[in-house]
């Protein structure tokens, strides 16, 4: 769960509070920032699987309740979804290194 917190001090500020309906079960350990945008994924299981790569201003809102939205770029369904504790990203390619 992504925790808020102060850049300064590092004092925490609770988790952070998203705007959107997204929804997975399973997250890499790493997003990646790029040209003032956080990009992740998020892996839901189910009858069919799928990744949902998303992305999110880095900016965070001024007041710590406000809630921060998160778009989707895609969604890939799979057979056998991966764990992935990271990715690669560029910025034009967002790379999912899926090991069996």
């Not at 925490?12 to 399973?26: I, R, V």
């Not at 710590?64 to 990715?87: D, K, W």
């Amino acid at each position: 769960m992504p925790i808020r917190f102060d850049e300064e001090t590092l004092k925490t500020h609770g988790n952070a509070q998203f705007g959107d309906s997204l929804f997975g079960h399973m997250s890499t350990a790493h997003p990646q920032y790029i040209n003032g945008r956080v990009y992740n994924y998020l892996t839901q299981f189910g009858k069919e699987h799928v990744y949902k790569i998303f992305f999110q201003s880095q900016e965070l809102p001024t007041d710590t309740g406000s809630p921060q939205n998160r778009e989707i770029l895609c969604t890939i369904p799979v057979q056998h979804p991966a764990y992935m504790h990271s990715f690669c990203a560029t910025e034009n390619f967002i790379i999912l290194p899926e090991f069996p």
